[in-house]
């Protein structure tokens, strides 16, 4: 049966006359009773796009003070910024010894299953550290930001959950298990943690003084206190609570040998905490000791002679690595970063400078009349 209907009628989504089905009777018809169906949106402000807008209109009366007060809040902010970060004392020590002139030339080709490699560095310090000094260690060149270094770990078996313990997670292949015994803890960024050993000391009359280095408060106080946690159970004997497991295959010694003191071991241990904080960029640097300052009258470390004892014990040769340990005070504004006040400094001169020549030019021409003349 051939059905007609205008345009208009199919435009509107219905026609008027009715269409047999099968079964049934006509639909959309005017006679049928049915529901007429329609594309049209309903009729609300914002279905038919009628809410209410605002558009600013940019004029030379808003434009220019935006401009220099954006410029005069920046650059007293970025020049304050950068002069705080440039009074802030820092000393660097690159000893991964590739020259043959450095003391730690000997120890390059050291690797995991190598006795330990012992090298002294002297150095001099220009002028004193007065607040607390924050030693780290820095590495180039090693990428924890890979996606599958940053995945291979178990956050389960670090936060002390006995299960885990004895069945690590998958993503910890291939370093879950070892010897058929499970691994604790497990994954590539436990195996592959910083061991080098740095001590510091003050050289003076060719008499040396160790610096106390201070090992704990080095991690942040949810990791510490939240992420990670020894298995359940006497926490005074963690020989037996990580009993049936075994060391990570890089690892010198067990997890639960790495400090003698009981609330620094296993798990909990700053310096493994530290170390499981992966990094976003290839060259980082990671909290190692804190010096802190013991006398209000004397600097924490004054100008002099010291000398950095070493026990090189972590390879980078091998991927071109690089290895630092640096000296550093803080502010308010945390370590020496220059590039934030440089960043403040750069976009209050442009807008300033901006704010200028738009003057100008306002000036030079914002009074011309630009109405077309129209001739009778």
């Known amino acids: 049966m051939a059905v007609n209907y205008s345009a208009k009628e199919e435009a509107d989504g219905h026609p008027s006359g009715g269409v047999g089905v099968p079964g049934g009777g006509a639909v959309g018809g005017s006679g049928g009773g049915g529901a007429v169906k329609t594309r049209k ?19 030379a009366g808003t434009v ?42 000997k120890c390059l080709n ?90 510091l000391y003050r050289v003076e009359n060719d008499t040396r003084t160790p610096i106390p280095l201070i090992k704990k408060g080095i991690a942040w106080w949810t990791d510490k206190n939240v992420k990670f946690r020894n298995p359940t159970g006497d926490g005074n004997n963690l020989t037996a609570l990580f009993q049936g497991t075994t060391k990570p295959i890089n690892w010198p010694k067990p997890v639960y040998m790495l400090d003698p003191e ?4 296993g798990f909990i241990n700053e310096d493994f905490i530290v170390w499981m904080r992966t990094a976003a960029l290839p060259t980082f640097r990671k909290l190692y000791r804190l010096i802190e300052r013991r006398d209000s009258l004397q600097p924490t470390l004054q100008a002099g002679t010291y000398s950095l004892d070493i026990a090189y014990n972590y390879p980078v040769h091998s991927f071109d690595g690089r290895k630092r340990m640096i000296l550093s005070t803080i ?42 003349d129209i001739p009778n």
């Not at 993503?171 to 080098?196: H, L, Q, V, W």
């Not at 009981?262 to 071991?265: K, V």
């Not at 001169?349 to 738009?358: Q, T």
């Open 331 to 372: 502010s308010w504004m945390g370590g020496k970063n220059p590039f934030l006040g440089i960043a403040y400094i750069t976009v209050g001169s442009i807008c300033f400078f901006l704010g200028v020549v738009l003057l100008i030019i306002h000036h030079k021409y914002g009074n011309r009349n630009t109405s077309a």
């Open 41 to 59: 949106p309903d009729n609300t402000a914002f279905k038919q796009q009628r809410l209410p807008a605002w558009q600013p209109i940019l004029t």
């Open 262 to 265: 009981p609330d620094n071991n």
């Open 110 to 199: 050291v690797s995991w299953d190598s006795n330990p490699c012992t090298c002294t560095i002297n150095f001099t310090l220009e002028q004193s550290f007065e607040s607390n000094v924050f030693m780290y260690y820095g590495l180039s060149n090693f990428y924890q930001n890979h996606r599958r270094y940053v995945k291979s770990r178990d956050d389960s078996q670090l936060n002390g959950d006995n299960s885990s313990l004895l069945n690590p997670s998958k993503e910890c292949e291939p370093y879950r298990t070892n010897e058929d015994k499970p691994i604790a803890p497990c994954g590539a960024i436990a195996n592959s943690m910083f061991n080098d050993t740095l001590e």
């Open 64 to 105: 220019l003070p935006a401009f220099f007060i954006i410029g005069l809040i920046f650059i007293p902010i970025g020049i304050g910024i950068f002069v705080t970060s440039n009074n802030i004392r820092e000393y660097e020590i690159d000893y991964t010894g590739t020259e043959p002139s450095s003391p730690c030339y």
